[in-house]
């Protein structure tokens, strides 16, 4: 077991009941106090208290660990990220111990308890990697299958290559932003079914597509290819992930170069990374891959992971609205095979890379992860509590995702990754 992981610890800081974040998550971000002049540093949380890892650092709680503190003073992950998983995992162990109920070392010092807690209310969660590449996979089963159906002949769903490779594509990094970021309706080029020739207007089919991602903390040299058995080291933690989508636009630009300006306006991330460590008792196996892979793609135990998914929709002045219910656990192929596929080539990879698991679709239709299969591409309109209906998303909508991993011991979640939609500019 991990030390940090053991279910029987508590914390002096309260927690309330079903919180995602429990003293056995320990996951990091970037945040800053909303008081004037404080600068973007690194920090953890447990309940609804975030945790200055530079203002811990200062008061001397990391100097049995072997490494620089002056990452904590970064406004990315990255410099952490970069000392390697076996450095986070001696700072989640440092964590856990100041912080269980019984260690009174920090608990009852008032005074440097006021320079390193902070209220969740009291700061402002910023985007906690700076994202070098940024790849989108398409590896759940069912939503390469529905989109199939939709778009060709259902009997042949899924494209011959489906079941052979990952299949991803390069999206766009700088458009990447942290929850909480509003954005405007994309405007673009969309053809109507009755036109003879396409026009420019904002979208009107826009969607969210519910994923999780990735990313790494060690950097490759071209040439170089990173094999299932070392993919593990390279993963260092997982956000939730909505990779906004404009359907129309999509539909007529995505041949014959796959996606574009149908994906570049905004996507959007969780500002809490929940590390590969915290999600270990969470291990579970995936599908059954029923055409045998090629060696590299080969893998032996459990490398999907349980965790529950949810997507709302708040309508404007409205309480939110669940849509649908999904699980990380649906992958077909698994991060592993991902990183180990991204590199076969010697495409080599970067710290603070990004990798989205593709839209999380399940066997039934309230598990679907996008508004494109929820409502079958509009046909059967989704109604919310209000009574107003969706076919995609309207102007002045919220979209919030929430994850997390539970079981009889210990729940380990992601907070959420929220979202408004602004009228097109």
């Known amino acids: 077991m991990i030390k940090a992981n053991n279910p029987s610890l508590q914390s002096w800081i309260k927690v309330e009941k079903n919180s995602d974040f429990p003293i056995q998550n320990l996951p990091f971000g970037i945040f800053k106090s909303i008081e004037k002049d404080k600068k973007p540093r690194v920090g953890s949380i447990i309940g609804n208290t975030v945790?200055?890892?530079?203002?811990?650092?200062?008061?001397?709680?990391?100097?049995?660990?072997?490494?620089?503190?002056?990452?904590?003073?970064s406004s990315s992950l990255n410099d952490f990220m970069a000392l390697g998983k076996k450095v986070c995992a001696d700072v989640r162990n440092t964590l856990s111990d100041l912080f269980e109920?019984?260690?009174?070392?920090?608990?009852?010092?008032?005074?440097?308890?006021?320079?390193?807690?902070?209220?969740?209310?009291?700061?402002?969660?910023?985007?906690?990697?700076?994202?070098n590449d940024y790849t989108d996979f398409y590896s759940s089963k069912e939503h390469a299958t529905n989109v199939g159906s939709m778009f060709r002949d259902p009997a042949n769903a899924l494209?011959?290559?489906?079941?052979?490779?990952?299949?991803?594509?390069?999206?766009?990094?700088?458009?990447?932003?942290?929850?909480?970021?509003?954005?405007?309706r994309p405007k673009g080029q969309i053809k109507p079914q009755d036109a003879e020739a396409p026009i420019f207007v904002p979208t009107r089919s826009l969607d969210f597509e519910l994923e999780m991602a990735f990313t790494t903390c060690n950097a490759t040299k071209l040439g170089e290819s990173i094999s299932i058995a070392?993919?593990?080291?390279h993963i260092w933690g997982l956000m939730l992930f909505n990779d906004w989508s404009a359907r129309d636009m999509q539909t007529w630009e995505y041949v014959p170069l796959g996606p574009f300006l149908a994906k570049s306006f905004a996507s959007s991330v969780s500002p809490w990374v929940v590390t590969l460590d915290a999600l270990e008792p969470f291990?579970?196996?995936?599908?059954?891959?029923?055409?045998?892979?090629?060696?590299?793609?080969?893998?032996s135990g459990n490398k999907n992971f349980n965790i529950n998914l949810e997507v709302y929709i708040k309508a404007q002045d409205k309480e939110p609205f669940k849509v649908c219910t999904s699980n990380f656990k649906y992958m077909y192929w698994n991060m592993s095979q991902q990183l180990a596929h991204q590199t076969s080539n010697g495409c080599n990879i970067n710290v603070g890379d990004l990798y989205a698991s593709g839209t999380i679709s399940g066997p039934t239709p309230d598990s679907y992860g996008s508004m494109l299969e929820l409502t079958w591409?509009?046909?059967?309109?989704?109604?919310?509590?209000?009574?107003s209906e969706?076919?995609?998303?309207?102007?002045?909508?919220?979209?919030?995702?929430?994850?997390?991993?539970?079981?009889?011991?210990?729940?380990?979640?992601?907070?959420?990754?929220?979202?408004?939609?602004?009228s097109a500019l």
């Open 51 to 73: 945790i200055d890892l530079s203002a811990l650092a200062h008061e001397g709680y990391f100097n049995k660990c072997n490494f620089s503190t002056q990452v904590f003073k």
């Open 101 to 131: 109920k019984n260690n009174a070392s920090l608990r009852d010092n008032a005074e440097i308890n006021s320079k390193v807690l902070y209220p969740i209310d009291r700061v402002e969660l910023l985007l906690p990697i700076k994202i």
């Open 159 to 184: 494209l011959p290559n489906w079941k052979h490779i990952p299949i991803g594509y390069h999206g766009r990094a700088s458009s990447i932003v942290v929850s909480g970021t509003k954005f405007h």
């Open 230 to 233: 070392e993919s593990e080291d």
């Open 283 to 299: 291990r579970t196996k995936g599908p059954e891959q029923d055409v045998k892979v090629l060696p590299y793609l080969e893998f």
């Open 377 to 387: 591409r509009g046909t059967k309109p989704l109604k919310l509590a209000d009574g």
């Open 390 to 422: 969706r076919k995609f998303i309207n102007d002045h909508d919220t979209v919030i995702m929430k994850g997390f991993a539970e079981n009889e011991l210990t729940r380990i979640g992601f907070g959420e990754v929220k979202n408004k939609v602004l």
